[in-house]
Every structure is written in structure tokens, then in C-alpha cells.
Antibody, heavy 126, light 113 residues
Framework: QVTLKESGPALVEPTQTLTLICTFSGFSLNTQGMRVTWIRQPPGKALEWLARIDWDDTKLYSTSLKTRLTISKDTSRNQVVFTMTNMDPLDTATYFC??????????????????WGRGTTVTVSS | DIVMTQSPDSLAVSLGERATINCKSSQSILSSSTNKNHLGWYQQKPGQPPKLLIYWASTRESGVPDRFSGSGSGTDFTLTITSLQAEDVAVYYCQQYYTTFWTFGQGTKVEIK
């Protein structure tokens, strides 16, 4: 059974750096065709994709936020670490990590999200 | 980025009746490499994370009731709930994974009439 769980501070002050950890089980990020992604959802609003990291350590960030984001993996601990710098009240949201599974076609993996963590709510306020 | 637009924003359907949600992408998400539409549908109940219902536009995820079905190709897609149950009250999102930068629709809230 695949599970993911987000952990981190519930409250951060403006300008601070947010660090969230996604701890997962039931799969390995050393396995080809696996990806972990971060997505957020402001209160009452839609989902916004933020970043991803693949089994081969390939990383990608949202264009609008890429200067503030970092993602990394610790495969020995089955964890993905996500950081967002210079937090603003507009970054108040529930942050989800999720697994994406890849299907191999013509030597390329094509990914879609199949399992989500329960999310962690982050409030940015002084 | 590809813009995903859902309609309607909300709908109220009687128990046992059909619910239809539309999703339109700003460009085609049909891949010539996979010959598939790179679209997923998710269900989010209050206080819960999204749950995958449909991928590749029409493939039902394991364990998802067969009253949920997805259809469409290119830029226009539909999620249909053939006989709405009380437990289907939720917000439904479409999402494209055609481009490297994934995007979601704004969501459609389904309620009981």
C-alpha cells in the first residue's frame, strides 16, 4: 500500500523559509518510473502544481515560483524535502505531496498522480 | 502553460440522476507519442486529499465504482457520474499531464438537489 505523509510547521512568519518533508512508504524513489510532486491549495481555491522530483533525480519547478523553490530526495529515508523561501501571506495553503507513477512508452516515462498525502496546512502570518 | 477550464462551477443533481462535468484544455493534450489523452480526473471530499478517479482521460482507477466514467479527446473532456450517490458529493478536478508543467481545472462542486 502506497502512503505519503507531509510534515512541517503549521505557522511561518513572512519572509521566512518553509521546509516540508514528505515521508512515503510502499514504493521507492530509486525505482524507475517513480516521481514525487508537491501541490498546494489555498483555502477555498483550486490546486496548484509546484515541483517534482523523479527517480533519476530530475527536478522541475513551477515557472512562477522557481526562484523560491527547492526539492530534494533522501532515498535511504524514503523522504522528499521541499523548501519555499521568502514566504508571504499569499502562500497560506494546504500543501500536498503526491506520488506519480510513470508508464513507459517508446523509451519515455509519462507520469500521472495516483496517490496523495493528506496534506499539511501552512499559515503565513506574523 | 495549458489552461484547464471546467464547467459548470457547481451543479446540483438528484440522487440516482446523472451528473456531467466538462473540462476544456487551451490546447490539445492528445499525445502522438502515446496516442493517449494526458488527462486525469480527481475527486476531493471536504477535509480530504484528492483521489484519482480516471487517468488517460477514460481509464478508471482500480477500485473506483463503474458509475464514474471519462470521455473526450483533444481539448474537450467529460466526467460522468451515471447514478449520483450521496457519497459522491465532492469537488471534482481535471488535470493535464501533457506538458511538463501540470495544470488543474478550477474545480466543479457537485451537490445533491
Amino acid at each position: 500500500q502506497v502512503t505519503l505523509k507531509e510534515s512541517g510547521p503549521a505557522l511561518v512568519e513572512p519572509t521566512q523559509t518553509l521546509t516540508l518533508i514528505c515521508t512515503f512508504s510502499g514504493f521507492s524513489l530509486n525505482t524507475q518510473g517513480m516521481r514525487v510532486t508537491w501541490i498546494r491549495q489555498p483555502p477555498g481555491k483550486a490546486l496548484e502544481w509546484l515541483a517534482r522530483i523523479d527517480w533519476d533525480d530530475t527536478k522541475l519547478y513551477s515557472t512562477s515560483l522557481k526562484t523560491r523553490l527547492t526539492i530534494s530526495k533522501d532515498t535511504s529515508r524514503n523522504q522528499v524535502v521541499f523548501t519555499m523561501t521568502n514566504m508571504d501571506p499569499l502562500d497560506t495553503a494546504t500543501y500536498f505531496c503526491a506520488r506519480a507513477r510513470g508508464e513507459l512508452t517508446l523509451n519515455n516515462y509519462y507520469y500521472y498522480i495516483d496517490v496523495w498525502g493528506r496534506g499539511t496546512t501552512v499559515t503565513v502570518s506574523s | 502553460d495549458i489552461v484547464m477550464t471546467q464547467s459548470p462551477d457547481s451543479l446540483a443533481v438528484s440522487l440516482g440522476e446523472r451528473a456531467t462535468i466538462n473540462c476544456k484544455s487551451s490546447q490539445s493534450i492528445l499525445s502522438s507519442s502515446t496516442n493517449k489523452n494526458h488527462l486525469g480526473w480527481y475527486q476531493q471530499k471536504p477535509g480530504q486529499p484528492p483521489k484519482l478517479l480516471i487517468y488517460w482521460a477514460s481509464t478508471r482507477e482500480s477500485g473506483v465504482p463503474d458509475r464514474f466514467s471519462g470521455s473526450g479527446s483533444g481539448t474537450d473532456f467529460t466526467l460522468t457520474i451515471t447514478s449520483l450517490q450521496a457519497e459522491d458529493v465532492a469537488v471534482y478536478y481535471c488535470q493535464q499531464y501533457y506538458t511538463t508543467f501540470w495544470t488543474f481545472g478550477q474545480g466543479t462542486k457537485v451537490e445533491i438537489k
